[in-house]
């Protein structure tokens, strides 16, 4: 019933590798299929933890194979949404008007993200970071030297 040479795939696209002498579970190989993945994954903002559970994987298995991935992660969105303009902008160039209009459309979108960002907290007070329990007590301290400083001298009249 079992085949030594079946090599085929689960519910989810992984390959499925027939259990070999020994113990544990086989050693996790790189792939460009599953770096695509972890590097979608970082662009849509998730976390490590869910980029690893995307791919089947452990977290320090994610880190210890996909370090440069991981690297990568703040700036995945961004990269990602540059890529998709410049391919916007290509199309644009050879004559697509579809393309021309879509890439206006994110151009004017982007535009308007930027500045609801800008004004977001115009006319807002802002508060002061709260402080800390040492920072108070140092705080306290200053104020209790500058009650019991010596007065100053009578100053000399003319």
Do not use: C
């Amino acid at each position: 019933m079992a085949d030594a040479d079946f090599s085929g795939v689960d519910l989810f696209g992984d390959p499925i590798q027939p259990r070999k002498e020994g113990r544990g579970r086989p050693e996790h190989v790189w792939t460009l299929e599953n770096s695509n993945k972890v590097l979608l994954a970082f662009a849509r903002r998730l976390s490590v933890k869910e980029a690893a559970t995307a791919i089947g994987v452990s977290v320090p298995t994610l880190r210890k194979h996909y370090s440069s991935e991981v690297a990568q992660r703040e700036a995945a969105a961004l990269r990602f949404e540059m890529v998709q303009l410049a391919r916007l902008n290509d199309g644009a160039k050879a004559g697509s008007v579809a393309a021309e209009k879509e890439l206006g459309r994110r151009l004017e979108r982007a535009a308007i993200q930027q500045l609801s960002e800008k004004v977001i907290d115009r006319g807002r007070i802002k508060k002061p970071a709260p402080i800390g329990k040492k920072e108070a007590a140092r705080e306290a301290a200053k104020e209790a030297v500058k009650k019991f400083r010596p007065r100053a001298g009578p100053t000399l009249l003319n």
